[in-house]
Every structure is written in C-alpha cells, then in structure tokens.
C-alpha cells in the first residue's frame, strides 16, 4: 500500500533543493505569487500560510487569468522536476526524427519501460492547460500535489515493480512569438502545432507506435482521466488488433468517450472494453459502490467516492490498483493454464493414472 509521498526522504530532500517560488520569481508577478508548496505538498503563501486566491485583482478578469497562467506555467515546470527528480523517470523527446530546431513534445516513462517484461502502466491525462503528471491544475493550486498530480498513482506502480510511461497529451503547440508552449485549448494564430503531437489523439498513438507497441512488457495497462478515455478508445480503434493483444485492462476515471459513436458499433470493441475495462466516476455512493447508467453500454462503473471532478483520481486509487492486480493475476492464471507447457504436463498425469 501507498504512504504518503510527501514523507518520504527523497520527497524531503528535493523539497529543500527544489521551489516553486524559485520559477515565479523572474515573472512580473513575483509579489503576487509569493507561494510555494509546503511539505504536505499544499500550496500555501510563504507570509500568510493562506490558499492562492484566484480573485487577486477586483474585477481584473483578464488579469487574474494572466495571474493564474504564470501561476500554472511555473506549477507545470515544478511537476517535471518532480517526474524526474522524485520519481526517476526518463524524459524522452518526440517526433524521434525532428531536425534541429523543430518544435518537438516529449513524454516521461521509468528506465525500463521498454525493456523489462514487467507489467507496463500508461497515464492518460484529461483535455486543458495542463501538462505530464498532472490530473488537474485546479486541483493541484486547491487540494496540493497529493490530489492533483499523477505522482502518487506512478510511485504506487513503481512500488509494485511495474514500468510506467506518463504521456504529454495537451503539449500540441508553439507559440512563436513568446517562445513559449501554447497548449491545444488556447491555439493561437502564431502558434505552430508539434509534428506527431498536434492533438491528444496523435500523439498517444505516436508514442504507441514508437514505443509502447515495441516494448518487451506484454501486460500493459492505461489509467485514463477525463478526455483521456476517449483518447484511448481512439488508439483502440485505430490499432484494434495490437491494442487488443497487448493492453490487459483500463482504468476509465470519469471519461468522456462513446463507445457507440467511436467503434461504430463494431460489437468486438464494445466486447473488450466491457470485459477488459472498468470505469470510475463522480458520484455521491461511497467508494467503489456500482453506478449504473441508463441507455450507455459500456464498462461496470463504480463511484469514485466524492461529487468533485478533480477529487475523483485521488480518491479512487487504491481500488484502480487492486482492479490492475485481479486483472493482471486472472491473465497470468490462464495464460498458464492454456500454455503447452501446462497442458502437456497436465496429460502426463492423467495418463499415469
């Protein structure tokens, strides 16, 4: 079982060499932004120990966003220090044959993911302004790094001896005035979309094609969040029969996709996601209690435990991974069970007898 991130000792060791404040200092709101996590991993004001404010400026609309752009910018900046530095992972950079100069994304994944046979997870954010290792920006500057970021579901993995790969779905574009990534809800006319990332859809399946479809892991599976979820079922469309032989079970956490509409009713897809998948969703039943959907065929569905969207991910992740496991365990079981090896074995004994 997972324990608290925030209290272990490389978590407390990066907290001294690691500060928020450190990448809001150089902004022009580095007065207003006067915030750093503290060793809970909240986000609290270095002089008041208050919450951020999100209404800063009195009826300043466009600048309180501004506010909270810079705010998010920088929080995106500090969560991949923490996939590197807390976690270990690996930044890896596609396209894999971008020139020099090309705007490029990248995504994170363990140092093994492509070689150990070990069971291999993928973390499939929702659609917005956020990047790798986030569920939620808003969930992060409210309820802290525990509930908004990924990190408690990717050191859980690793603590279980499985691989991880965190995908960048949101980092679609490049802003060339600015220099600065412009994400996929925010396009603008300067912005220049990332080749082989200029959509969530594109680059999971890039990653896919490059990388998760080559790895040695034959036990693979997604937690997907949100919009992640009808990502994934685009990827198991478009790569029906690959997905199909490798992907062992998905995690959906409030997902948006249609079965009906993206498999065009093809009755094999709809089969597998309801055989391989289970689905966790916002809801006033307590924790892991059956929801059940009228006129949607899709997965068992189970409360996540808490009405808020952004709380959902964080609340539902012990009963996200004892599924994995039960899926994982049931797999291996008959696979055994089917393997020549068992069978032949299994005749012998019959036939001394």
């Not at 909240?42 to 909270?68: I, P, W």
């Not at 009405?307 to 994982?328: D, V, W």
Request: aromatic share 10%.
């Amino acid at each position: 079982m997972l324990t608290d991130f925030t209290e272990e000792h490389t978590w407390l060791q990066i907290q001294r060499e690691l500060s928020l404040r450190k990448l809001t200092e150089d902004s022009k709101y580095q007065e207003e932004l006067k915030y750093d996590f503290n060793i809970k991993g909240e986000l609290r004001h270095l002089d008041t120990n208050e919450s951020f404010v999100f209404n800063y400026y009195k009826n300043g609309h466009e600048q309180n966003h501004e506010l909270y752009e810079v705010l998010g910018h920088s929080i995106t900046q500090y969560v991949y220090e923490l996939l590197e530095r807390v976690c270990m992972l690996q930044k890896v950079y596609i396209p894999t044959d971008a020139i020099e100069d090309e705007p490029r994304s990248f995504f994170f994944m363990s140092k093994d993911a492509l070689t150990s046979s070990s069971s291999l997870i993928i973390f499939l954010q929702d659609h917005g302004a956020f990047c790798a290792g986030q569920w939620g920006r808003r969930a992060i500057v409210s309820e802290g790094l525990k509930h908004g970021t990924q990190i408690p579901f990717i050191k859980t993995a690793l603590q279980n001896h499985w691989e991880v790969i965190v995908l960048n779905p949101n980092d679609n574009f490049t802003d060339m005035n600015t220099e600065k990534e412009r994400f996929s809800v925010r396009q603008s006319a300067c912005s220049i979309p990332k080749r082989a990332s200029s959509s969530p859809e594109e680059h999971t399946v890039y990653v896919w094609d490059h990388f998760i479809a080559n790895s040695a892991a034959s036990n693979v599976a997604f937690i997907a969040h949100g919009y992640g979820g009808l990502v994934f079922v685009d990827l198991l469309v478009q790569r029906k029969r690959e997905v199909m032989n490798k992907v062992y079970s998905v995690a959906f956490i409030d997902s948006t996709h249609n079965i009906q509409h993206q498999s065009r009713h093809d009755p094999e897809i709809q089969e597998w996601i309801h055989k391989n998948c289970r689905e966790w969703v916002s809801n006033s039943k307590p924790l892991n209690k059956t929801v059940h959907f009228l006129m949607r065929i899709n997965c068992p569905t189970f409360s996540a435990g808490t009405e808020k969207y952004g709380l959902a991910p964080s609340c539902c992740l012990q009963p996200i991974f004892k599924y994995l496991k039960s899926m994982l365990k049931a797999k291996i079981t008959t696979a055994l069970r089917n393997s020549p090896v068992a069978t032949r074995s299994s005749t012998r004994k019959k036939t001394g007898n």
